[in-house]
């Protein structure tokens, strides 16, 4: 029987939990730290060296001992401060009054020694009694003391991961950001190396794992701490920073992405990074959407980043009638520019969009003023490297060299999706999708080589990852499939109605299926 994930609501309420708060959750712990304490956690609990630690005080008459007793690892633990919720797993327990004292001290002759480990998933700007309502607890209810909270969760939402999916906005968890066996894991220190100095823009084809890579850098550096926007036409300025909106004949103000990351921002340490991943960004009008963007972000140089004082001005002025986050907002600003800080959290954002070159002709064009605030770092398609080993593909020498190694990549993909999707692709099936996708990428690289200038336009179509992953799943259903099948999922699977491509496609059936029934792909 599947054991119940708990929830348990964490109040963060009084000085010291928010003293605790800063000194160990938002800002997690280093490695030497806790085992210094003599606490030893594996080690792929630690994320960069790093982790978040929490404790209780065992309470009177032991209270909080028998709450801390019916926490395990993979339960949800919510911390709530007044402002503020942070969505965060349990991955570990440990008791151990040595650590506490050397983390939090004693207070009243005791310590925080009921200790559990975390890691975030989510950081909300909710605010407590938002919280409170949306679980259907009473007004006067005050979260005095750690509760669990799994009832209340399953009476509103049917389940916790029902519950987790809605207060998370439908965003997968961190622990489904994972990169596949065959992902370039230079790749993916070009995009670390290059967020710690700006914002990155990811371009290529679509499918080609864009958005997958730009969740997986930004949870594995932030450790959760980031959003995702898909832009579209119908973006202003008000989706970007903020602006006026009209409800119930009330003008108030609504605010963009931008408040919202700079408020979850000023909560992290200097060190820490704050991610907003936009998907599809030239879906959005530049001119529109972004025009307080290139004042804001006035080049790709971090320490050149500045909030407008008007910004706050502006957004004061409408009092009440602005939303949670643009009070919070000129609190926080008003707050550290007293003390001169107040451009610190604008400068642990980051930004990482993605571009899809197929839609470029069809979209808004990106203008360099845009363009000059992002390092740009282009996703080819898989294989593309052997373009010159794919020449005279279409001639006499069909077996080309390239041929053989796209093979090779083509086998790592489809075993990685296998065992992601755990598919029920038999081998013969197998064979023949590795097969038909290997001459088909090697087909097209071939076309960059050809006297036909028809065919030269076709050499930059790409048959991505996610086609791949796609055709696979239809087939997996155990049974045996002909090549005829298989060209037909991978039409299916490739998103596109243009009648050259899906016609040359078809001239791969006969040279895939021959190949695959020696069964050297096995």
């Excluded at 080589?449 to 065919?455: A, I, L, V």
Aim: with cysteine; charged share 30%; net charge neutral.
């Amino acid at each position: 029987m599947k054991e119940t994930k708990e929830v348990f609501l964490v109040p963060v309420g009084n000085p010291e939990a928010i003293e605790h708060m800063q000194r160990t959750l938002t800002n997690p712990v280093e490695k030497r730290e806790i085992e210094g304490a003599g606490v030893k956690l594996p080690d792929d609990l630690y994320d960069n060296g790093r982790i978040r630690v929490w404790g209780l005080l065992p309470g009177k008459d032991n209270a909080n001992r028998k709450i801390y007793d019916k926490m395990k690892e993979r339960d949800i633990a919510i911390f709530v401060s007044k402002n503020m919720v942070y969505i965060t797993e349990i991955v570990a327990k440990v008791e151990s009054e040595n650590l506490a004292e050397r983390l939090w001290g004693k207070m009243d002759g005791q310590t925080w020694s009921l200790i559990f480990f975390v890691k975030l998933i989510k950081h909300l700007d909710m605010s407590k009694r938002e919280l409170l309502k949306m679980l259907n607890y009473s007004e006067k209810d005050q979260l005095r003391g750690t509760r669990r909270a799994t009832g209340k969760v399953i009476e509103v939402f049917g389940s916790v991961e029902n519950f987790l999916a809605e207060i998370i906005h439908g965003s997968e968890t961190i622990t489904n950001y994972t990169i596949p066996e065959w992902a370039d894991r230079e790749l993916i220190e070009r995009i670390k190396s290059a967020v710690k100095i700006g914002h990155v823009l990811l371009y290529g084809p679509p499918g080609t794992g864009k958005t997958t890579y730009a969740k997986f850098v930004a949870a594995s550096i932030s450790g959760g701490n980031f959003m995702i926007k898909t832009a579209n036409s119908l973006w202003f300025r008000r989706e970007v920073i903020g602006g006026e909106t009209i409800e119930g004949g009330t003008v108030k103000w609504k605010s963009g992405f931008l408040i919202e990351a700079y408020n979850r921002a000023s909560d992290l340490g200097d060190d820490q990074l704050m991610f907003v991943i936009l998907d599809e960004l030239n879906r959005a009008d530049a001119d529109k959407a972004f025009g307080d963007f290139f004042t804001i972000f006035s080049s790709n140089d971090h320490d050149e980043w500045q909030v407008p004082e008007d910004l706050a001005n502006e957004i004061a002025t409408y009092g009440e009638n602005a939303d949670d986050s643009g009070k919070n907002f000129v609190k926080k600003y008003r707050a550290l520019k007293r003390i001169g800080t107040q451009n610190a959290p604008l400068r642990r954002i980051r930004i990482i969009a993605t571009v899809n070159l197929a839609d470029i002709n069809n979209l808004y064009l990106l203008g360099e003023a845009l363009l000059r605030r992002f390092m740009l770092i282009e996703f080819p398609c898989p294989g593309s490297d052997k373009k010159e080993k794919c020449k005279g593909y279409e001639g006499e020498k069909t077996e080309v060299e390239g041929l053989e190694q796209m093979r090779e990549l083509v086998k790592k993909e489809t075993e990685s999706i296998l065992g992601k999707r755990k598919l029920n692709l038999n081998d013969s099936v197998k064979n023949l999708l590795i097969e038909c996708v290997s001459n088909i990428r090697c087909m097209f690289l071939s076309y960059y080589y050809e006297k036909d200038e028809d065919k030269r336009t076709l050499a930059d179509f790409c048959l991505s990852p996610s086609t791949l992953e796609r055709a696979a799943m239809i087939l997996a259903d155990g049974m045996d499939h002909s090549a005829d099948d298989v060209i037909k999922a991978i039409k299916m699977a490739l998103g596109t109605l243009d009648r050259k491509i899906l016609n040359e496609i078809d001239e791969v059936k006969n040279r895939c299926q021959l190949r695959s029934q020696t069964g050297t792909q096995s």
